[in-house]
């Protein structure tokens, strides 16, 4: 009788212990990961000393026409993303330096009051030569800028498909996943080169956002964005 009841509750242990361990596991889900190197054309020949402190990467993770950008700086006091449901077209902004954390809201009702400071571009031309890129298929599209008449070139994934990929960037015209391109943004010029593509498993809440920062309305975001990047401007 005793051993019996030593089975009973040996079996109920495990049985309980292996419940437990079950439900502390994150659930994932299927997929996958850009690496893009970052350069600065204009400071890296004019404002060396500057470039310590900003990003030479972003990682960019997405599944199912969701997808987080997430810039690597030097000091980890220091962040910058993009939190976005490119389906839904409502994203999240944000960025850190120090104990000053912040974050803003953008939908299809206040994109205009981003999109209106940055460059304006018109798609030109696709080519039709068969590419690749990291050993997948690309395409390479023109751009004319409205500002200055120039054509610039970028390289865009022609497999990987991402609903509305582009909606809050002034590539919007653009329905692929882009791998090679330059934008200027409040003075400072940066160019993003894809250097490796993958398929990763990630966790349920790999869109979710710290609570360490604090909502901003878009107008205060912008100003303090503006104000931080103004030091890099290559035009003063």
């Known amino acids: 009788m005793v051993k019996t009841l030593f089975k009973i509750l040996l079996i109920s242990l495990i049985v309980l212990t292996l419940i437990q361990c079950q439900s502390k596991k994150v659930k994932q889900q299927k997929g996958g990961e850009i690496i893009y ?23 960019m993770t997405f ?10 700086f030097p000091t980890k006091s220091s962040s910058l993303g993009l939190i976005n449901n490119s389906h839904k077209k ?12 912040k974050y803003t809201i953008m939908d299809s009702s206040n994109v205009d009051f981003l999109l209106k400071d940055l460059p304006k571009y018109n798609k030109t031309i696709v ?5 690749f890129f990291l050993d997948k298929p690309c395409n390479k599209i023109k751009i004319k800028s409205l500002q200055n008449d120039s054509t610039y070139e970028i390289i ?4 990987l498909k991402i609903k509305n990929v582009n909606w809050c960037t002034p590539f919007y015209m653009i329905n692929d996943v882009i791998m090679e391109y330059s934008l200027d943004q ?26 360490k920062y ?12 503006k104000a931080m990047l103004s030091i890099f401007d290559c035009d003063e």
């Open 90 to 101: 409502n994203a999240i902004l944000l960025f850190g330096l120090g104990n000053n954390k």
């Open 127 to 131: 080519s039709s030569q068969e590419m």
């Open 186 to 211: 409040y003075g400072m010029e940066m160019h993003f080169k894809a250097v490796s593509i993958k398929n990763i498993s990630l966790s349920d809440d790999f869109l979710q956002l710290e609570k």
């Open 214 to 225: 604090t909502f901003s309305n878009m107008k205060q975001y912008l100003k303090e964005i």
């Open 63 to 72: 599944s199912n026409d969701q997808y987080k950008n997430e810039f690597v």
């Open 37 to 59: 190197e970052i350069s600065y054309p204009c400071l890296e020949k004019n404002e060396k000393s500057l470039l310590f402190f900003l990003p030479k990467k972003m990682i």
């Open 156 to 159: 865009t994934l022609k497999d």
